[in-house]
């Protein structure tokens, strides 16, 4: 049985439920696209943040160091209230963000099987005291 068999078979009934269909599709589809429009994370944030970045090795560059430990922070790690975000040279053993990698409650997502990426994570403190369960 067809489609439109299938709506003649159904009467007048039909319409309504039709009329509907096309209502919650137009709905969906205006919700979308007004979704798309304004997404929360601004079109040029990756663009400000890789600028800052350059910006920071540049100045780096032309004072004829390696960039400083903290000296480049993006508008993102300065927002953080709480410096959730950090960024740094891995491979500098005096850099903060090698120190928050090697604390114990740092992990990596799907290490389990063997994805190395180069954020880390920190698991939660739940309990401070030893002698609470």
């Not at 039909?14 to 079109?43: D, F, G, Q, Y």
């Not at 993102?76 to 005096?94: M, Q, R, V, Y």
Request: with cysteine; aromatic share 6%.
């Amino acid at each position: 049985m067809s489609v439109l068999e299938f709506v003649k078979a159904g009467g007048w009934l039909m319409v309504p439920i039709i009329l509907c269909s096309i209502v919650a599709v137009a709905i969906c589809l205006e919700r979308l696209w007004t979704l798309n429009r304004s997404k929360l994370a601004p079109s040029n944030l990756l663009a400000t943040v890789w600028n800052n970045i350059q910006s920071g090795k540049l100045d780096a560059k032309k004072a004829g160091t390696p960039v400083p430990d903290g000296s480049v922070v993006t508008a993102c790690a300065e927002a953080c209230p709480t410096h959730a975000i950090s960024f740094g040279d891995l491979n500098d053993k005096s850099a903060g963000v090698r120190a928050i990698s090697e604390n114990n409650r740092a992990y990596h997502a799907l290490e389990e099987i063997g994805v190395k990426p180069n954020i880390f994570y920190m698991t939660k403190v739940r309990n401070v005291e030893p002698n609470q369960a």
